[in-house]
């Protein structure tokens, strides 16, 4: 059996009366890119964040690579690179300086590593932290989440910042380390980033994990985008059934995402007079706003 | 190490102002103060008689016309600035890593959080250590210009070497501070305001003969006067001074490595 690289069982984070995460599970296999997706306040920061050590889980338990994430802290972290949906550094060193620091804070020499994923993401390396842009900071941060080539890497938000072009860079490496073996944690809610990246995907929504799917599954079972163009307005309440999310209705326009088996939704609509009738595949953030009714 | 080696870069500036600074005060203006104080005639060493830091000190007149007099009387304005500093560098040992939000940083490496403490208690320790060399060797150099060898070695020794007890008490007084409130915008204002009102604390104590509030007035566990009266260190405020440095840390220590870290938003 491979070890897990991620396992979190019934985690719960309260900040004094406050709700942060609450019972939240999901398991991580190793090699995968799993993504990790909610609105802001779901709780994917204090999953992150507990998982790291940075915060202490009020109950339940989350163990990297077998390890107890708390009492094996340390051990973890070596194998471990985050890159935090914000990147702070010491400002007074120039990007190499503090690339380096991290290098001994790993006890690695990364000398090679570091020139060669500055070269890819075109930062100067020269330069103070102080006067670097929001998005240069933010490939300092890449740098420095992978330059120890860790087994298990954690990414809060990891594109926001970035142009799209450092984007496609950054994904392209990511998913050359994945196939070299590491494992991806992906938190975002950039959907669209996820898509192109992750395998499998959590959804979290008001501090706990309401599903976990396959990406493909998840846009292939059966979600589907419906706008129909009538020539007379629909029956009222032809549409008001189980599966219906997200719908609109103006005039003789209608639309709405539908999810569950096809034959229901094609007896309904061959019950209209249409003029034109599209369906198409949801993007993922319509997917998800289905989950957040 | 990497820590360590870290925090004394970054502690390295302040290090050489502050031993420079101490050096060149002490070798100026000691030697300076004991030919005044040597060929004063009483009016001018009675006018030293309404000073409040001799007061506080608990200096006599004829004592602070003597060369350790003199230099002890110096000595506890440079214990002010000891303890600003001592009290400055342990609070931002730690709200820096929050004012700046690099708790994240460097809490997710593979060291413990117990490792970084250390780390930076050490860096604190040593930083002390250096100045309080400095401040002995000028002394020293200062002594032998103002006075020759007319003075007790020892006790002179153990006057310059006070200003490292001072500096390590206030430093864990500013790392306890720091890790309940690591929020502190202004360590170094924080860092004044407490040495002078445990200044304020001694010297009402002093003066009111409320030896209890003593205590709360790190600058009177080293009292020159008794220094030079005993030719040593109190050993109740040597363990007193003691016990304080480690109850501060050990519970420092404790909170730091429990604390959840809420810096990045």
Redesign the interface.
């Known amino acids: 059996m491979s070890l897990k690289a991620i396992e979190v069982k019934e985690l719960a984070k309260y900040y004094g009366k406050q709700c942060g995460i609450e019972k939240v599970s999901f398991t991580v296999e190793t090699g995968e890119i799993y993504g990790f997706i909610g609105p802001n306040g779901a709780g994917k920061t204090t999953t992150i964040r507990t998982l790291l050590a940075l915060l202490h889980p009020t109950s339940g338990n989350a163990s990297i690579f077998g390890k107890d994430c708390i009492r094996e802290a340390e051990k973890i972290a070596g194998d471990v690179g985050y890159l935090p949906t914000e990147t702070y550094y010491y400002e007074n060193m120039t990007a190499l300086e503090l690339l380096q620091y991290t290098a001994d804070l790993y006890k690695v020499n990364a000398s090679d590593r570091i020139s060669e994923l500055a070269a890819k993401f075109n930062l100067d390396l020269k330069k103070k932290i102080s006067n670097l842009s929001y998005g240069n900071k933010k490939k300092v941060g890449i740098i420095a989440s992978l330059l120890h080539q860790p087994k298990l890497l954690i990414l809060d938000e990891p594109t926001s910042g970035l142009d799209p072009l450092v984007q496609q860079t950054f994904i392209d490496i990511l998913k050359e380390e994945n196939k070299k073996g590491m494992t991806v944690l992906f938190s975002s809610h950039v959907l669209s980033d996820v898509q192109k990246v992750c395998n499998r995907v959590a959804i979290l929504k008001e501090g706990r994990v309401i599903d976990v799917q396959n990406i493909s599954e998840l846009r292939e079972k059966g979600f589907k985008k419906v706008e129909l163009n009538l020539t007379e307005p629909a029956l009222p309440g032809l549409f008001e059934f189980e599966g219906i999310a997200d719908f609109r209705q103006s005039n003789n326009q209608i639309s709405f995402i539908f999810h569950g088996d096809l034959n229901l939704i094609v007896e309904k609509i061959a019950q209209l007079k249409l003029n034109d009738i599209f369906i198409e595949e949801p993007t993922l953030e319509e997917i998800f706003f289905h989950y957040y009714e | 190490m ?2 360590f080696r ?1 925090e004394m870069k970054q502690l390295k500036g302040p290090i050489i102002i502050w031993s420079i600074s101490l050096f060149l005060v002490i070798v100026l203006i000691l030697p300076v103060y004991i030919g005044m104080m040597a060929s004063a005639d009483t009016t001018v060493l009675e006018g030293f008689g309404g000073n409040p830091m001799l007061e506080a000190m608990g200096v006599t007149l004829d004592v602070i016309a003597t060369p350790l007099g003199t230099y002890a009387f110096l000595t506890f304005y440079v214990f002010l600035a000891c303890a600003i500093n001592g009290m400055n560098m342990g609070l931002k040992m730690i709200t820096k890593e929050y004012m ?13 959080r117990g ?1 970084v403490f250390i780390s930076k208690i050490l860096a604190i320790l040593s930083s002390t250590l250096i100045i309080g060399l400095t401040y002995f060797l000028a002394s020293w150099t200062g002594m032998a210009i103002g006075a020759g060898e007319d003075y007790n070695f020892l006790i002179m020794a153990q006057i310059a070497f006070s200003i490292v007890f001072i500096q390590l008490i206030f430093a864990a007084f500013g790392l306890f501070t720091g890790i309940i409130f690591p929020y502190i915008r202004a360590p170094l204002l924080v860092a004044t305001a407490v040495a002078f009102v445990s200044y304020v604390i001694g010297s009402f104590s002093n003066k009111m003969g409320y030896t209890v509030l003593t205590y709360l007035s790190p600058y009177h566990y080293f009292t020159s006067a008794e220094i030079i009266k005993t030719g040593s260190y109190e050993l109740r405020f040597i363990m007193l001074s003691v016990l304080l440095v480690c109850g501060l840390l050990g519970i420092s220590y404790n909170i730091f490595r ?1 604390k ?6």
């Open positions: 990497t820590i870290y700046q939000k690099t708790a994240d940083f460097i809490l997710t490496k593979p060291h413990s490792k429990k959840d870290i809420i810096t990045v938003s």
